[in-house]
């Protein structure tokens, strides 16, 4: 796990602008968008996926052509992180891959196309649905890989400490909380089995700073449906 520090908000719907702020300050710090995930604890809320993602796809790429899926009315544009979510064998690309869409072609045989770590992937119009916006995942998407940099909104009903120490342990070189004071403190004295997590908390409950001013923005949240 890298350094963590945390950030308090007094107000709890001032996150995700508190988010987007902390991937600003750290593109200034030369630490590129590619280097940096969001970890969530659900997708529907204000502070889940589907809200960060959208936020994040329309902040830091705003200008990209866009791609609208005509079944599933998802849209995609040039440029954007995107994750694989279903394993496919033609393809060749497995569940949780995540690549950057380098070119739209909008025919029904190839509609895009995704850059992946080795390899380029032509998509089909019907395989696009395969495909969902990564700039945030949840814990589960991110098991078993690793980033420079994660940031973690703490906020909502649920979060156990088992699940933060998975989230905080994605993080190689730097790990951000952000949330209020009291949701960082009641994640961090959560009732739990696992020692590692435990121990976790401990750490964190005893040296995470504050590190962002307050937020004075507020984001317009718009439901996602899973």
Partial sequence: MGIAFSAYLTNPHRIP????????LLQKSRIPLKDIQIICW???????????????????NAQGEEYAHRDSGK?????????????????????????IITEIKYTQEHAL?????????????????????AYALTARKCQGSEYPVVIIPIAGKGITRRWLYTAVTRGRQL??????????TAKMRGETTDERASRLAFRLQRSLPPILPEVEQTSQFSAVQN
Avoid at 17 to 24: D, F, K, L, M, T
Avoid at 113 to 133: A, H, M, N
Avoid at 175 to 184: M, P, W, Y
Wanted: no cysteine; aromatic share 8%.
């Fill in 17 to 24: 602008g508190a988010v987007i702020q902390a991937v600003e």
């Fill in 42 to 60: 659900t997708r529907d809320d204000e502070y889940g996926t589907g809200n960060l993602n959208q936020l994040m796809r329309d902040h830091f």
């Fill in 75 to 99: 849209k995609f544009r040039l440029n954007d992180r995107v994750i694989h979510v279903k394993n496919n064998y033609d393809l060749n690309v497995m569940n949780g891959e995540v690549g």
């Fill in 113 to 133: 196309t995704v850059q992946y770590p080795s390899r380029i992937v032509p998509y089909t119009e019907k395989q696009v649905e395969e495909l969902e916006l």
């Fill in 175 to 184: 790990v951000l909380l952000i949330g209020t004071e009291s949701a960082l």
